[in-house]
């Protein structure tokens, strides 16, 4: 699945951070590192997927349980996201 950040939401990487502000809402929030990592896969038109095994790379996460952690923890972080609406599943046609 791909998501598009909400256009409502202003965003900046800093100092390995994340911070954004959704106008929506009107909240400003900080990711930490590894949410931030999620964030700019997204934003780089990644789905969810690709950006699980990004992150099961870099991390070199290489037992199924340590897969599956990772794949469980961008589940409910993208899933906080999309609840919070900072991101929408994009629908239409899938990205080449």
Do not use: K
Not at 4 to 24: C, N, Q
Not at 41 to 53: H, I, K, Q
Not at 60 to 67: L, Y
Request: charged share 25%; aromatic share 8%; no cysteine.
């Amino acid at each position: 699945m791909r998501y598009r950040i909400d256009p409502e939401v202003v965003w900046t990487p800093s100092d390995g951070e994340v911070r954004l502000y959704s106008a929506r809402i009107g909240e400003f929030q900080t990711l930490n590192s590894t949410a931030a990592e999620i964030w700019i896969l997204l934003s780089e038109d990644r789905s969810a997927e690709d950006a699980t095994a990004e992150l099961i790379r870099r991390y070199g996460a290489t037992s199924p349980a340590q897969q599956a952690l990772i794949t469980r923890d961008i589940q409910e972080f993208v899933g906080r996201l999309v609840a919070e609406g900072l991101v929408q599943e994009e629908s239409g046609a899938a990205h080449a």
